[in-house]
């Protein structure tokens, strides 16, 4: 691969953790607003867990049907949990990439040292 294939790649590796880290920081700003803390957090994530669980045991909601829904609630809650920890992950990810990212860029353009 040549030095503009390899810039070329660079820069396309560079905007995709620009965005990953973008996605971090948009999470995070979410996670410190009250109205998320609210809905999310503690209403979805706790509390609407909490009544699923309850729900599961209901002897009035043992039809399959019934159970299939609860249960595909609970997998509901646990899907957007492993979503958010995926994108703070990712993005503490990209940000260690970005930097590798952005030094060997200026090296290829002859400005590193």
């Known amino acids: 691969m040549g030095n503009l294939e390899q810039l070329e790649q660079l820069e396309l ?3 995709d953790a620009q965005r990953v880290i973008k996605l971090r920081g948009a999470l995070n700003l979410l996670a ?3 109205n998320f803390k609210l809905l999310i957090e503690s209403e979805y994530f706790e ?3 909490i009544r699923l669980v309850q729900a599961k045991s209901n002897p009035a909601l043992q039809s399959d049907e019934q159970q299939k829904f609860i ?3 609970m997998l509901g809650i646990g899907a957007l949990q492993q979503y958010f920890n995926k994108i703070q992950v990712l993005g503490e990810q990209a940000e260690v990439a970005l930097v590798a990212q952005e030094n060997t860029q200026a090296e290829l353009l002859g400005m590193g040292d």
Do not use: L, V
Request: proline share 0%; hydrophobic share 10%; no cysteine.
């Open 71 to 73: 249960h595909n609630s």
């Open 13 to 15: 590796d560079i905007k």
């Open 47 to 49: 509390q609407e867990s």
């Open 32 to 34: 410190k607003d009250t």
